[in-house]
């Protein structure tokens, strides 16, 4: 079967993407599957730039098809943060929790309704070829956690549309309306139409 | 119907373009359709950076889909000259024969047979939505030009697999192997896909 490697470690993403493209006939094999040990430093300025230098760099070591994303969370009252910063915002090696607790004490001093978007950039890569398509989900910040499903900030952002976080909605649901099905689906024809 | 731009003047890439995407429900027009009068800085270093430059600045001045290209004849004894200066290798304003004589007189110490390609990047521009894609040919640089039809360096050059310069072949043939078809037949599934 045709094998893809979606770029990333991050195993609640890579199931995510899995989910996304499980009715196309394709292996999507992750970071941890090729075993990969390096550290890809994410230089870039926007999502899409850091997106498209994990796919360029993983592309070059493995030379097959590769598929990547870079995400994060855009909060309104602190124009823009945690951005592309948000899986690193408490630190480079900071866990959920820590990120979480350090975006909920910046927002204390600021009035509800805390407005954010979870914000996605997903890339193809195949050497010459490129894609890159946005994704978003537009929602609010609540003040304290709530689920124990998906990963990041997903405990504390409730989806424009629904009382639950993203921790909490089902994970059909959730996999429907996020930022990663978003910009993921529009990379599904591209997928389907290269089959060489 | 749905209308997208192609970024271009040139009336044989026009042609060519419409030609290729005539299976498709769309209306293309060209910059000479919306009366454009600007001048794009084509400052690239790549075929397609130039092509991503075109295609946004004229994203962000109509708001509408965008397809653009940048093509070029590279030259393997000329270490891959033209390249991304074809359309103006004798100048600026340089017409076709111009650049073709220069090509000419620069091979002239050269031994035959002088292997080039033809390259294009052609690419899809939608905001945050990018898709960028590579198509060649490979062939020969002949001596003296043949033919008439096409543009550029065609009446120089014979693809491998043929008798005939790219002047001289069938319109149908010529639009089934050119470095242009094999780019934008890659569009094709991005522009089936996105409706909205």
Redesign the interface.
Same mark, same amino acid.
């Given at each position: 079967m045709r094998r893809i490697i979606f770029a990333s470690k991050n195993e609640g993403k890579v199931e995510e993407v899995r989910y996304i493209f499980n009715d196309l006939k394709l292996e999507i094999i992750s970071l941890s599957d090729v075993d990969f040990k390096g550290e890809i430093i994410e230089s870039g300025n926007t999502f899409?730039e850091n997106a498209m230098i994990k796919a360029a760099e993983i592309y070059d070591k493995y030379k097959i098809e590769v598929i990547a994303d870079d995400s994060g969370l855009v909060v309104e009252q602190l124009n823009g943060e945690p951005g592309i910063y948000s899986a690193r915002y408490a630190g480079s090696f900071a866990k959920d929790r820590e990120n979480n607790e350090k975006l909920l004490n910046k927002l204390k001093s600021f009035p509800e309704p805390h407005r954010a978007k979870y914000f996605c950039?997903a890339v193809y890569f195949k050497? +010459?070829?490129?894609? *890159?398509?946005?994704g978003e989900v537009e929602g609010v910040i609540i003040n304290e956690e709530r689920g124990s499903m998906g990963f990041g900030y997903d405990p504390l952002f409730i989806p424009d549309g629904y009382d639950k976080t993203m921790a909490e909605l089902e994970y059909g649901i959730k996999n429907k309306i996020s930022h990663r099905y978003n910009a993921f689906s +529009?990379l +599904?024809?591209?997928l389907? *139409?290269n089959t060489d």
């Open positions: 899409e950039a050497g +010459k070829e490129k894609y *890159s398509a946005p +529009k +599904k024809n591209i389907r *139409s």
